[in-house]
């Protein structure tokens, strides 16, 4: 929506996708590896998804031609601005919302400090959500694409594990 409440011309494009916003998005911004992207999401990341990919297709013509990988990661992070996360241990992440999950040792962000986490499921008999599909990210694409919404926060914490004051950023 625009400032005043109106549909804007990126909003009346999702709104014509057979998709969840955040899947249209992602076709939208990631080209044709986007389009596969969503109806692979879209589908339960089921092998079987080529009659939603052929569908969007023929729906976006236009968003068809192949774009470098970092595209397709940056339209992840676009069509799931609220997932952001950061990886605090191999397996632990820190979501931008303030909870904590578990990251799936096959979610595609090895080495990555900062992801997006595409696929979580929340496991009540477990504790904490499982993120099983995962997105590497840039910080600096935050700053670019969502200055407004990143905050910088400095505090002094208590390690009782190394019984110290520690400074976070």
Do not use: M
Not at 94 to 122: C, M, P, Q, R, T
Not at 131 to 139: D, F, I, K, N, T
């Amino acid at each position: 929506l625009d400032r005043e409440g109106g549909i804007t011309k990126f909003g009346l494009q999702l709104a014509a996708l057979p998709l969840h916003p955040r899947l249209g998005a992602l076709a939208l911004h990631g080209g044709a590896d986007g389009i596969a992207a969503a109806a692979r999401l879209a589908s339960g990341n089921r092998p079987n998804a080529a009659q939603i990919e052929s569908q969007l297709r023929r729906l976006l013509p236009g968003t068809l031609p192949r774009r470098p990988a970092q595209d397709l990661h940056r339209a992840y992070l676009l069509a799931f601005p609220d997932r952001v996360g950061r990886r605090r241990k191999a397996t632990e992440v820190l979501l931008s919302g303030g909870a904590s999950a578990v990251l799936a040792n096959d979610a595609g962000v090895e080495k990555s400090e900062f992801l997006v986490a595409l696929d979580i499921e929340e496991r009540p008999e477990q504790g904490l959500p499982l993120v099983r599909q995962a997105s590497p990210l840039e910080p600096d694409w935050l700053l670019e694409l969502f200055p407004d919404l990143v905050t910088a926060r400095e505090t002094v914490e208590w390690n009782r594990t190394a019984e110290r004051g520690e400074a976070v950023s």
